[in-house]
């Protein structure tokens, strides 16, 4: 049996088609096998369970004849691409939906592969245990834009961008007292009788740590004299 490859360009994708010639001998391709035979969908956040190299995998053919000098081994997969040549190449299946897709070996030249060739199969999976993108939450302090005197009372805001489900909020004064609020977005501040400054801090809690996400804010605010 022969095959002959023929590979029609378009605009935006590439056909290859495989003509069946028969009565032409050739030489077989005897083995065919994956590093492994399943894989995950590639997950969207770096450091978690699912990565892309569970959808790299090194491919090895062979044959138990002889190779001539102007043979080749040819890799033609259903989904995703072949990098390199030879009898060893990887298939990458990265950015490839779950499904089950196929990859034939067999031995020819000039994109016409005669003699048997070998089909195996590659399952990818979705990725139970991927979490879904994530953004961090911005996260500011806002206090009065004009002179805090000693003695007077003041506002802080907290600003945060992001989903609130689950987070607490908790405010520290160093240096002030903290007259009212601190479980939500704002806070009564009491400046000190002395000038100087003050730091006040919002932590925030329920993000997910694995995320690295900034977990607070911290301001300076300058009490002066009356």
């Known amino acids: 049996m022969k095959i002959l490859l023929k590979t029609f360009s378009y605009a935006v994708c590439v056909i290859t088609i495989l003509f069946l010639v028969n009565n032409v001998s050739g030489t077989d391709v005897d083995k065919l096998i994956l590093a492994k035979e399943a894989g995950y969908t590639v997950c969207p956040m770096k450091g978690h369970h699912c990565s892309k190299e569970e959808l790299i995998i090194k491919v090895s053919a062979a044959t138990d004849g002889v190779l001539k000098s102007d043979e080749r081994f040819y890799f033609i997969p ?8 030879g009898a060893d190449v990887v298939w990458d299946l990265s950015e490839a939906s779950p499904g089950k897709y196929s990859i034939t070996a067999g031995i020819g030249k000039n994109d016409i592969i005669s003699g ?27 206090g009065p834009v004009s ?3 000693v003695g007077q009372s003041f506002i802080v805001r907290g600003k945060f961008a992001g989903d609130l489900k689950g ?22 501040v009491k400046a000190p009788a002395k000038a100087g400054s003050i730091r006040i801090v919002l932590e925030v809690d329920g993000l997910d740590p694995s995320y690295n996400c900034v977990t607070g804010a911290t301001q300076i605010f300058t009490i002066e004299d009356r």
């Open 167 to 188: 987070i607490t909020f908790k405010w520290k004064a160093e240096g002030a007292a903290i007259i009212d609020g601190g479980s939500n977005l704002q806070i009564l």
């Open 116 to 142: 048997k060739t070998i089909t195996r199969s590659f399952v990818v999976t979705e990725c139970s245990e991927c979490d879904p993108p994530h953004d961090c939450p911005n996260v500011a302090l806002l």
């Open 78 to 85: 259903s989904g995703g691409t072949v990098i390199g040549s």
């Open 147 to 149: 002179s805090i005197r």
